[in-house]
């Protein structure tokens, strides 16, 4: 007898292995310093210990693409639950650079599993407008986890606790997914001859898969390069940095959860278009603003790239359904290298915004501020690009079902 899929407890365990990821972001990023102090590590060696997250994210979320057909999303979540496990005791453990550069790694290993697992999982539960209601639920754990771990690794450290004590807390969500999906029946595959890899070779070769990778480039780069630069920027203006990040995340969390409603009347074209627009004016704003009025640009900005990774996702599911589970993996993939090769160029504008305004005279706050604020303005390029791209997508896809409707009559 076939055991039944509990498709609630499998959402929820997927919800909280994103929460792991997201606690593995937010947290480690809260701990740095005291990992740089405890272990007299450099900025540079403290970057090198935070790209072995965004390395060890693609390089599983595109090999579990690959072999998500053969050997299912349960072995895939049973290696993301002993990656975790392996990262999270090791960092606890650490004796130095090494130690840590290799927990990180398989942190960032087990968190691509999760994407790579979780993704086509609900996309085979559900169809249709709930499909992408319940990616787009699904993701606002990212945001809402990196709230909550910037709170909880705020409050820890404030009170006190060591860096060690934080590290434990990831392993309460970790624990937690497991136990839920132990013993559970998991979907097969919703779309017909889906799980051969030469029919996902072959879909991803179409017009509209090469369209949304290289969109996915661009959207990844406008939601985390921006987050990342516009808080050291914002620093120098009067604002917060961190009360900007907690804001983007939570108005993303949020925006997440009534995902359902906006795809439904906008579509998934509409809403990518509309998500560019608020992007880009957003952006702009960081690098013109001061003050409170960052938050204004905040929430602007957090409404414009909220949609844009569980659409993508949800895009290529439902647009391209034959490049299946791999499809999925390498759009997200994608986004990861794209934010990784993006990062050094960012920061090539920074050096030479920098040496120029220091040649006009300006030092201390007001060199960091105008440096940032020209490196933002340049930043809105990807957005703006993706204005035009969408609005191409948009008449694209209106005119394919326009044709369908038509040849069906």
Same mark, same amino acid.
């Given at each position: 007898m076939?055991? %039944?899929?509990?498709? &609630? #407890?499998?959402?929820? *365990?997927?919800?909280? %292995?994103?929460?792991? &990821? #997201?606690?593995?972001? *937010?947290?480690?990023?809260?701990i740095l310093p005291q990992l740089g102090e405890d272990f007299g590590l450099s900025a540079e060696q403290l970057g090198f210990?935070?790209?072995?997250?965004?390395?060890?994210?693609?390089?599983?979320?595109?090999?579990?693409g690959i072999f998500y057909h053969?050997?299912?999303p349960k072995i895939i979540m049973n290696i993301a639950f002993v990656t975790h496990t392996i990262g999270i005791l090791m960092t606890v453990f650490a004796d130095g650079y090494t130690t840590l550069l290799i927990s990180t790694l398989f942190i960032g290993f087990g968190n691509g599993c999760t994407e790579a697992a979780c993704n086509p999982m609900i996309a085979d539960m559900y169809t249709g407008v709930k499909m992408n209601k319940m990616l787009n639920r699904f993701h606002m754990w990212f945001p809402g986890g990196i709230v909550l771990g910037s709170l909880i690794s705020k409050f820890m450290t404030d009170a006190g606790f060591g860096w060690e004590s934080q590290i434990w807390i990831m392993m309460i969500p970790t624990v937690a997914y497991a136990v839920i999906f132990f013993g559970k029946a998991f979907p097969k595959p919703s779309v017909e001859g889906v799980t051969s890899l030469s029919s996902n070779f072959k879909a991803m070769l179409s017009p509209v898969f090469i369209f949304l990778f290289i969109c996915m480039s661009l959207t990844a780069i406008t939601e985390f390069g921006t987050q990342q630069w516009a808080n050291v920027v914002l620093g120098n203006s009067g604002a917060s940095g961190m009360l900007i990040l907690a804001l983007t995340t939570g108005v993303m969390a949020v925006a997440r959860f009534f995902a359902g409603p906006v795809v439904e009347k906008l579509g998934q074209t509409g809403v990518l278009l509309g998500g560019a627009v608020l992007a880009t004016i957003g952006v702009y704003l960081f690098s013109i603003v001061e003050g409170p009025m960052a938050y204004a640009a905040a929430i602007i900005f957090a409404l414009g790239v909220a949609y844009f990774w569980p659409v993508m996702v949800g895009a290529v599911a439902q647009r391209v359904p034959l490049s299946g589970a791999l499809g999925m993996s390498i759009i997200g993939g994608v986004g990861m290298f794209s934010t990784a090769i993006w990062q050094p160029i960012i920061g090539g504008w920074i050096d030479s915004a920098r040496a120029s305004n220091l040649a006009e005279g300006l030092e201390g706050a007001a060199l960091e501020l105008a440096t940032g604020q020209e490196t933002l303005l340049k930043l809105t390029t990807f957005p703006a690009i993706l204005i035009v791209l969408f609005i191409i997508f948009f008449i694209w896809q209106k005119n394919i079902k326009s044709a369908k409707i038509v040849t069906a009559h």
């Open positions: 076939t055991q %039944a899929i509990n498709r &609630t #407890a499998l959402f929820n *365990a997927s919800c909280l %292995a994103l929460i792991t &990821t #997201a606690f593995t972001f *937010a947290i480690r990023a809260g210990i935070n790209s072995m997250w965004f390395l060890g994210f693609p390089i599983s979320m595109i090999l579990g053969s050997v299912g």
